[in-house]
């Protein structure tokens, strides 16, 4: 059974930062593409960062120079660095999963952050 467990979110001030971690288990991590989403309230979920099993990495442009994605193969996790953060990324944000053995792929629970004075 997947699971894709995140943590890390909270409220921060505008400018602040945060990191974003989603442990998996379950899958083959090594073998699989991670990524990160996030769905503010009345709008679609997107694409915010994602990494490749090999390494490569794709960053949404509204938050290009801001956020990081790297990834822990011995510790099963994908992390998230945010950084000076505005209140428009205030969201939920979703871990995802998707490559050998996770064809369809898999979803976290989400972890909300909140950008705000």
């Known amino acids: 059974q997947v699971q894709l467990v995140e943590s890390g979110g909270g409220l921060v001030q505008p400018g602040g930062s945060l990191t974003l971690s989603c442990v998996a288990s379950?899958?083959?991590?090594?073998?699989?593409?991670m990524g990160w989403y996030r769905q503010a309230p009345g709008k679609q979920r997107e694409l915010v960062a994602a990494i490749t099993r090999t390494g490569n990495t794709n960053t949404a442009d509204p938050v290009k120079g801001r956020f990081t994605i790297s990834r822990d193969t011995r510790k099963n996790t994908v992390y998230l660095q945010m950084n000076s953060l505005k209140p428009e990324d205030t969201a939920v944000y979703y871990c995802?999963?998707?490559?050998?053995?996770?064809?369809?792929?898999?979803w976290g629970q989400g972890t909300q952050v909140t950008v705000s004075s």
């Open positions: 379950g899958i083959i991590f090594a073998l699989n593409d």
């Open positions: 995802n999963a998707r490559g050998v053995g996770n064809d369809r792929g898999s």
